[in-house]
């Protein structure tokens, strides 16, 4: 992917892109932060598929390939950037250092509330270059600055800090549930109690986490997987809504149609 279309006289660029199209597999020679604010996406990042939702944040690093296929409603904020517009000393400070230069791949997920504040930085961003005031590089670097340290003081205390949505939380675990074994009969009450929280205690941590029902969340790993199937193999789609969960291919369809803009045959057509 070229530089010159995002930048000119300035390192940082930001941006909120609706996601209508596929956006083909690519690398480039900038950082890209990535939050996502709406939707659903299939993200594959150097090799490794995950489904993305909103609240979830994450940092393609130069070099780095990665694609994604859509749904109907899907946007983002995409946070280009060279080194050089990163204030200094910032690079350095734990959680930043890691974002930028860990090994893996670091991914989040901001609680509801934290998302609002995020999003407050990046309009501010958008602001900026669309205005294009005296100082307005110095401000996005300024701004950069703020988010680094934000994602960074995020990653580090969701290392450490203990209780219902740090990596090891019960919510968590239970989520972790549904992702391994959402081809099964699932029931989330049972799901619940394996991971002893009550179904309503279950449905306030996770909307809180991401915004979103067990439910939801659950179908939308199934529609993930099942968009996969459809693109990379040749079954009937009854087949495929039964591989992934769906007891029932009517439903699949209308809820496919109704998420991905597109009936599922209509979706392996158009990407085929």
Known sequence: MSSDSYFQDNQVYVGLFPHQQDVRAHSHPFYELVFFESGLLNHMWEGKRSILIAGDLFCIRPGEEHLYTRSLDAKLYNCLFFPQGIPPGIQKLPGVLELLQGEGQLRLHLP???????????????????????????????????????????????????????????????????????????????????????????SRL???????????????????????????????????????????????????????????????????
């Open 112 to 202: 509801v509330a934290m998302q609002k504040e995020l999003e407050g930085i990046l309009q501010r961003m958008v602001g900026e270059l669309e205005h294009k005031a005296p100082g307005y590089n110095e401000a996005l670097s300024l701004f950069l600055g703020l988010l680094l340290v934000f994602v960074g003081r995020f990653w580090e205390c969701s290392q450490v800090k203990e209780g219902h949505y740090a990596p090891t939380g019960k919510g968590q675990a239970a989520l972790g549930d549904l992702e391994e074994n959402y081809m099964q009969k699932l029931k989330l009450e049972q799901v619940a109690r394996d991971h002893k929280l009550g179904p309503d205690q279950f």
């Open 206 to 272: 996770t909307r809180k986490l991401l915004g979103i029902s067990p439910l939801e969340y659950l179908q939308n790993i199934r529609l993930s997987h099942a968009m996969d199937l459809l693109l990379k193999e040749e079954l009937p789609v009854g087949e495929i809504a039964f591989l992934t969960g769906f007891d029932d291919p009517n439903y699949f369809a209308r809820l496919f149609r109704r998420r991905v803009g597109l009936s599922p045959s209509q979706f392996r057509a158009a990407k085929g």
